[in-house]
């Protein structure tokens, strides 16, 4: 049997909604991998930390955010909040990563900001009127749950690494 939901245009925004997260995620996935392998013939100090985080963070954790919020979230985000998600995320890793290359705890800082605001803004978007099994919306909050408290650690750390 055809499944008729996805033929509005409605859902089709929302179905491109979720796969620009999860494109996103495959670049971040595709790149640790290619730092992973670099990693030890160049000697890359931080590069398998970066290749880890790359993937988990960049790449799993945020194309589950997207697909957690396109299926749990009670209404479409707007497109302004989908943009200030991606970006502030994508600019988020970015910085953390640059930040502890250069042992710039300041930078690592700025980039988890970041990504605490990608993390409120997902929170604001699925809010209490979250559609969805109960175990998905259990699971969603259990890993912001888990992100929210790793960010400050993974801050506390890098100015702890810097001196």
Not at 24 to 51: D, M, R
Not at 66 to 78: D, N
């Amino acid at each position: 049997m055809t499944d008729h939901v996805h033929s509005t245009p409605a859902a089709r925004t929302r179905l491109r909604d979720d796969l620009l997260f999860r494109a996103a995620a495959g670049v971040w996935v595709i790149t640790g991998g290619l730092v992973a392998a670099v990693t030890g013939p160049l000697g890359l100090e931080h590069g398998s930390w970066a290749a880890a985080f790359q993937v988990l963070v960049g790449g799993v954790l945020q194309a589950g955010l997207g697909v957690a919020q396109h299926a749990l979230a009670p209404r479409r985000p707007s497109p302004g909040i989908l943009r200030a998600e991606l970006l502030t995320w994508n600019l988020g890793c970015l910085a953390v990563i640059a930040g502890t290359v250069l042992s710039s705890p300041w930078i690592v800082d700025g980039g988890g900001l970041l990504l605490m605001v990608t993390m409120a803004l997902t929170i604001r978007a699925v809010g209490r009127g979250a559609k969805g099994p109960a175990w998905a919306l259990w699971t969603y909050r259990a890993v912001l749950v888990l992100t929210v408290v790793s960010i400050p650690i993974g801050l506390l750390l890098a100015h702890l690494r810097a001196g």
